[in-house]
């Protein structure tokens, strides 16, 4: 959500991660690594889970936590309307 005075703009973005089937060592494993302890979804997709990813439909950056483009598109939006 974007605001500039009277005008607001609110927008999202949302982002599919296709992980494959994972084992339950696989999985304790990933746990183990305390890689999945301080992450919104369990996992970081620029680490180690980067090896259960077998595809990913949307915008990388929004997984990782920040999604880049979209914000640039909705500052440029609402600076068209100041």
Request: charged residues 25%.
């Given at each position: 959500?974007?605001?500039?005075?009277?005008?607001?703009?609110?927008?999202?973005?949302?982002?599919?991660?296709?992980?494959?089937?994972?084992?339950?060592?696989?999985?304790?494993?990933?746990?183990a690594?305390?890689?999945?302890?301080?992450?919104?979804?369990?996992?970081?997709?620029?680490?180690?889970?980067?090896?259960?990813?077998?595809?990913?439909?949307?915008?990388?950056?929004?997984?990782?936590g920040?999604?880049?483009?979209?914000?640039?598109?909705?500052?440029?939006?609402?600076?068209?309307?100041?």
């Amino acid at each position: 959500c974007l605001r500039e005075g009277e005008n607001i703009l609110v927008e999202s973005e949302c982002t599919a991660v296709h992980f494959r089937a994972l084992t339950d060592e696989e999985i304790e494993a990933y746990i183990a690594t305390g890689e999945c302890d301080d992450k919104a979804g369990a996992y970081a997709i620029q680490g180690g889970a980067a090896a259960f990813c077998e595809g990913l439909e949307g915008c990388y950056y929004n997984v990782m936590g920040f999604p880049v483009s979209r914000v640039a598109r909705a500052l440029a939006k609402i600076v068209e309307k100041i």
